[in-house]
C-alpha cells in the first residue's frame, strides 16, 4: 500500500533533521557548547591560540580539537563570519515540545516570534529571554531564523541554556498556550491599551507576548488568536523599535512582580 504524500513528506523531514548540523563559531559561542552536556559535539577547528584560550572546555566536552594554522582556517562558515580562531560542528539542540518548556514555572513568561528571521534579532532576543527570566522563545519551522552560528554567537551562549523551539503553527501553539492558562498578548503600535494595563491583575498569570517581523508585523490570523494587542507605552512621536528591544521591554513590563 502507498503511503500518504503527508507522511512521506513528514518521514523525508525527521530523516534530514537527524543528519543536519550546524557551525558555531566565536570563543563565547564554541566555549559554551563546549560545556552543555546535552549539546552533541562532532567537530572541533581551533587555532593554537583560541584552543589555549578555550583548555578548560576542551578538556570538560572530552573532545580531541584540530589545531590549525591561522591563515589556513577551514571550518565551512561564511567569509564573513568572525570565528576569532574557534569553529564547532554540532547536533541542534531539542528542548522537547511545548507544554514540556512552558509548564512548571512560577508565573511563567514567553517569547513568540511571527516570522522573525534575522538571526541577530533572534540572537539577541534569546539574550534577553534568559536575562529577564523567560521559560522559552518560540518561533516557527518555516518563517524563522533556524539554529545557526550568526544566531549563537549574537546569544552570547545563551541558545545553550534558554529553549528555543520552532513550531509548525502559530496559532495553534498560541491556542495550546491558552489552554494551559496562558494570557497572550501580541503587540502592535495601533494597539489601545499597554501592556501594563493588560497584565494589571493578572501578573501572577502565565504570560505570553507574541512578536511580528519589523515593517509588517503580526499576521492578521496571529492577531484574532491573539487575547489582546497591547503596545508599548512611548513618550512624544518614535517609529518603531527594533523587534529585539521590543521583546526585552515588553518581558520587562510584563515581569510578575512590580
Known amino acids: 500500500m502507498k503511503k500518504p504524500k503527508w507522511v512521506v513528506q513528514k518521514e523525508q523531514g525527521k530523516k534530514a533533521q537527524t543528519r543536519e548540523t550546524v557551525w558555531l563559531f566565536g570563543l563565547h559561542a564554541v566555549r559554551d557548547a563546549l560545556v552543555n552536556p546535552t549539546r552533541e559535539k562532532l567537530r572541533l577547528i581551533v587555532t593554537l591560540n583560541a584552543q589555549n584560550k578555550l583548555l578548560d572546555a576542551i578538556e570538560t566536552a572530552a573532545v580531541t580539537p584540530e589545531v590549525v594554522d591561522p591563515r589556513k582556517f577551514n571550518a565551512p562558515l561564511d567569509p564573513g563570519s568572525v570565528h576569532q580562531g574557534a569553529a564547532l560542528e554540532v547536533k541542534p539542540l531539542d528542548w522537547g515540545s511545548l507544554e514540556d518548556v512552558c509548564i512548571g514555572a512560577r508565573s511563567p513568561r514567553v517569547i513568540l516570534l511571527d516570522r ?8 539577541a532576543i534569546l539574550r534577553s529571554a534568559e536575562v529577564l527570566g523567560a521559560s522559552a522563545v518560540i518561533g516557527t519551522r518555516h518563517h524563522s531564523a533556524p539554529e545557526t552560528g550568526a544566531l549563537a554567537k549574537t546569544a552570547s551562549g545563551a541558545l545553550e541554556r534558554q529553549p528555543y ?73 518614535f517609529g518603531s523599535l527594533n523587534v529585539s528591544n521590543a521583546a526585552a521591554i515588553a518581558l520587562y513590563a510584563s515581569r510578575a512582580s512590580l
Open 116 to 123: 522573525v528571521t534575522d538571526p541577530h534579532n533572534v540572537g
Open 165 to 237: 523551539l520552532r513550531v509548525r503553527n502559530l496559532a495553534d501553539a498560541i491556542k495550546s498556550l491558552q489552554g494551559m492558562g496562558y494570557l497572550v498578548l501580541g503587540l502592535d503600535g495601533e494597539a489601545t491599551q499597554s501592556i501594563e494595563a493588560a497584565v494589571d491583575g493578572k501578573r501572577d498569570h502565565p504570560v505570553a507576548l507574541v512578536l511580528g517581523a519589523e515593517g509588517p508585523g503580526l499576521r492578521e490570523k496571529t492577531k484574532e488568536t491573539v487575547d489582546a494587542l497591547v503596545r508599548i507605552d512611548a513618550a512624544g512621536q
